[in-house]
């Protein structure tokens, strides 16, 4: 039997006197990885000192979302959307830039796509 990965990292990430959140997806996400990291993910902005947080949203990995995924990650953004002041989202497909687009339209911060790592870390830090 293969071995499949999927789901969602969530860290504190510190590029020199800049911290920010660190998201990082890979294959398709299910409803029960958003049941897992809701949570962690609530509790991390809770713990953070400032009042909009920047994110590093790594989908280099991302397949797609399960039907249900798709609809937690809508609430996901719905719910934090006020949260974050930058996000920069990192990946290597076109579907990627254009679910940074519309992205935007839930969240009160500004959401770039970015196909280069170093960039997108940069962009956080101006």
């Given at each position: 039997?293969?071995?499949?990965?999927?789901?969602?990292?969530?860290?504190?990430e510190?590029?020199?006197?800049?911290?920010?959140v660190?998201?990082?997806?890979?294959?398709t996400?299910?409803?029960?990885d958003?049941?897992m990291?809701?949570p962690?993910?609530d509790?991390?902005?809770?713990?953070?000192?400032?009042?909009?947080?920047?994110?590093?949203?790594?989908a280099s990995?991302l397949?797609g979302?399960?039907?249900?995924?798709a609809?937690?990650?809508f609430?996901l953004?719905l719910?934090?959307?006020?949260?974050?002041?930058?996000?920069?989202l990192?990946?290597?497909q076109?579907?990627?830039?254009?679910?940074?687009q519309?992205?935007s339209?839930?969240?009160?911060?500004e959401?770039?796509?970015?196909?280069?790592?170093d960039?997108a870390?940069?962009w956080?830090q101006d």
């Amino acid at each position: 039997m293969a071995y499949k990965k999927h789901g969602l990292t969530i860290g504190l990430e510190r590029v020199d006197h800049e911290f920010f959140v660190s998201i990082k997806a890979v294959g398709t996400l299910t409803h029960h990885d958003y049941e897992m990291i809701t949570p962690l993910l609530d509790a991390a902005l809770v713990k953070v000192n400032t009042p909009k947080v920047d994110v590093l949203f790594d989908a280099s990995e991302l397949e797609g979302w399960e039907l249900r995924a798709a609809w937690d990650d809508f609430k996901l953004g719905l719910q934090h959307g006020a949260d974050f002041n930058k996000v920069a989202l990192y990946g290597h497909q076109d579907w990627q830039a254009l679910a940074a687009q519309v992205g935007s339209w839930f969240i009160s911060g500004e959401i770039r796509y970015f196909d280069n790592h170093d960039e997108a870390i940069r962009w956080l830090q101006d």
